[in-house]
T-cell receptor, first 112, second 110 residues
Framework: DAKTTQPPSMDCAEGRAANLPCNHS???????VYWYRQIHSQGPQYIIH???NNETNEMASLIITEDRKSSTLILPHATLRDTAVYYC?????????????FGSGTKLNVKP | EAQVTQNPRYLITVTGKKLTVTCSQN?????MSWYRQDPGLGLRQIYY???????DKGDVPEGYKVSRKEKRNFPLILESPSPNQTSLYFC?????????FGPGTRLTVL
């Protein structure tokens, strides 16, 4: 699976959009990009995933560059409850969830 | 409510005393997995199960056992716990693209 690089931490003002970057320059054509988050010591929570096209759901938007070497998770109106560690994961979908590497993630601090 | 439950949530035990952490899901998912989380090391997969009676090792299986006798349950067994197994443990289940995680079990081995 391709490796990912994320900044260790980011700050965001409450109510503003939070844009979390992820680099995955070695991604292959059939590898998906997944995003999860972990609030404090709770179990990680699925946010969104995508292959090539941009995706949006009720939680966030995922923007994948045309060359697929990087992506951005966007939380459109961050709240204090969005403070968490956000993980970007790249893997082959056909392997289901075995060997699912979470990495170090980005600690997002949403400030009032 | 769709959920993954783990028991116990907190456990302090002593070296060598066998223990089992239970995991149960009510979503009829085929795939289940166990992770441990340690500071600086992130989440690491211990074991996973693709279906009943089908289990395989993850990245850090040493010192652990699992079983999958029925679809909803996936217990994690520590036959002879050691202090280096002190950690935060998460069980997860999934069917398609989304993993659902349990609330975690904080284990301390003295």
């Amino acid at each position: 699976d391709a490796k990912t690089t994320q900044p260790p931490s980011m700050d965001c003002a409450e109510g503003r959009a939070a844009n979390l970057p992820c680099n995955h320059s070695t991604i292959s054509g059939n590898e998906y990009v997944y995003w999860y988050r972990q609030i404090h010591s709770q179990g990680p929570q699925y946010i969104i995933h995508g292959l090539k096209n941009n995706e949006t759901n009720e939680m966030a938007s995922l923007i994948i560059t045309e060359d697929r070497k990087s992506s951005t998770l966007i939380l459109p109106h961050a709240t204090l409850r969005d403070t968490a560690v956000y993980y970007c994961i790249v893997r082959l979908r056909r392997y289901n969830f075995n060997k699912f590497y979470f990495g170090s993630g980005t600690k997002l601090n949403v400030k009032p | 409510e769709a959920q993954v439950t783990q028991n116990p949530r907190y456990l302090i035990t002593v070296t060598g005393k066998k223990l089992t952490v239970t995991c149960s899901q009510n979503m009829n998912h085929e795939y289940m997995s166990w992770y441990r989380q340690d500071p600086g090391l992130g989440l690491r997969q211990i074991y996973y199960s693709m279906n009943v009676e089908v289990t395989d090792k993850g990245d850090v299986p040493e010192g652990y056992k699992v079983s999958r006798k029925e679809k909803r349950n996936f217990p994690l067994i520590l036959e002879s716990p050691s202090p280096n197994q002190t950690s935060l443990y998460f069980c997860a289940s999934s069917q398609n693209n989304e993993q659902f995680f349990g609330p975690g079990t904080r284990l301390t081995v003295l």
